[in-house]
């Protein structure tokens, strides 16, 4: 198995620019997780899906992010503006059982 | 509101030495307790975890001490290598969401 798959692994934007974030779950999980790491806040939950509904959205920071699950094997971040205090290391993670999380390798994203 | 804290921030040991990374929380609901290990550039993998009515798990030299009257558990690593240095994380969890501790810096010196 290839385990969580992310992309873009690194991300360089501009201020105010639209940003999409990519990630295709370890096939047959039924939850998809988007962490945020920084160093100031450690590693922050921002949404997660069961069955591609989202179930909690609570940790996402304002209505310039938004997610999306279209199906079992894809979904979305996205920032729309993205502001530089946005830059971060993003994770995807997936589980068949939600206490037993695997994480992708992260996409770095700098905005400018 | 830190639903999880660990310490230290960073830890430096001798091979062979036995680092020791210790974690508390408030929250008697979570009913599952992990550590992460991270490498540079990697994301967080999983290494060993505990629930609330064990306490204590071994796997291979990583080691989950629990004491659930002081709502803490801490990760001791047997033997030490070079190859262990890495930021360790743990985790609390309930209701599908994972609280994560703010990681501790590991550094074995050969």
């Known amino acids: 198995d290839a385990g969580v798959i992310q992309s873009p692994r690194h991300e360089v934007t501009e201020m105010g620019q639209e940003v999409t974030l990519r990630c295709k779950p370890i096939?047959?999980?039924?939850?998809l997780f988007w962490y945020r790491q920084t160093m100031m806040r450690g590693l922050e939950l921002l949404i997660y899906?069961?069955?591609?509904?989202?179930?909690?959205d609570s940790g996402m920071p304002e209505d310039r992010f938004s997610a999306k699950m279209p199906n079992a094997s894809f979904s979305t971040l996205k920032i729309q503006p993205s502001e530089p205090r946005d830059s971060a290391v993003y994770f995807c993670a997936s589980s068949f059982f939600a206490y037993e999380q695997f994480f992708g390798p992260g996409t770095r994203l700098t905005v400018l | 509101q830190q639903q999880v804290k660990q310490s230290p921030q960073s830890l430096i040991v001798q091979k062979g030495g036995i680092p020791i990374i210790n974690c508390a929380y408030e929250?008697?609901?979570?009913?599952?307790f992990p550590w992460y290990q991270q490498f540079p550039g990697k994301g967080p993998a999983l290494l060993i975890a505990i629930r609330p009515d064990v306490s204590e798990k071994k796997e291979g030299r990583f080691t989950i001490s629990f004491n659930k009257s002081a709502k803490q558990f801490s990760l001791h690593i047997m033997d030490s290598q070079p190859g262990d240095s890495a930021t360790y994380f743990c985790a609390a969890y309930n209701f599908n969401k994972f609280y994560f501790g703010s990681g501790t810096k590991l550094n074995v010196k050969p």
């Open positions: 899906f069961n069955n591609n509904v989202p179930i909690d």
């Open positions: 929250n008697t609901a979570f009913d599952y």
């Open positions: 096939s047959g999980h039924d939850y």
